[in-house]
């Protein structure tokens, strides 16, 4: 690792680490790698309701593998959905790590939904997390940060700019606000020392696609493969690096070339 890549003595703080095969996880694993503390947040609850499940040691195992990489790794359940959670989550990451330099927005939630099916119940549930919490948890994370220089707030994005995402109204709606909020909170905290980005991983292979999809979405992506969580993470990790320094309030596609 070239120093300027190194997160020795950093805390990383990552939501939406349920699963090993997700994009959270594979964050985790690179922010360990480059020498972070990684506190990850997972909510088993949203997963088991989901086609591709969890199990329920899998936070356990994500936890054994990063601290295998020779940095402390600390985890809790949390529901994000709560606003009264967030401030708590902060806290505990501070009593068991202490002042954490890197927060990566990660957790989402996300149900195929079209203005046919919209409801009030719904869109409140894609917004409490999408965009609530990743409001409310930033802007607490800015407020506690007092290390002057090299914090870093990372938001996962999901392209929704590069062309309508028929099918997915209330989450395509509620991602497009973390990008609005990522370029003005940018602005309002360059001068505490922190930079504020967003990563759209565009499709990303986490479980989900069967043989069908992929077949379908490879003609889309000119490298030959479709996009996987170690990609996105690996973006996340130069963001969280003093490399990135220069690099704020930037919405960044890394999707591969996909052709849409």
Known sequence: M??????AGRIAVVTGASRKIGIGAAICRALAEAGADVFFTYWTGYDKTMPWGVDEDEPARL??????????????????????????????VEERLGAPAI????ACYSVNDGYEQLTAE???AHYAVNVRATALLSAEFARRFGLGQGG?????ATGQAQAPMIGEIAYASTKAAVETFTRILAAEVANKGITVNAV??????TGW?????????????PMGRVGQPQDAARLVRFLASDEAEWVTGQIIHSEGGFLR
């Open 209 to 221: 696609m069967n043989d069908e999809l992929t077949e379908h979405l490879l003609p889309h992506f």
């Open 63 to 92: 936890q054994e593998e990063i601290r295998s990489c020779g940095v402390r790794c600390e985890r809790v359940e949390v529901d994000l959905s709560d606003p009264q959670a967030l401030p708590l989550l902060l806290d505990s």
């Open 103 to 106: 927060l990566v927005n990660n």
């Open 152 to 156: 870093r707030i990372i938001n996962l």
């Open 200 to 205: 759209n991983p565009g499709p990303t292979d």
């Open 2 to 7: 070239v120093p300027q890549l190194s997160l």
């Open 122 to 124: 719904l869109l409140d």
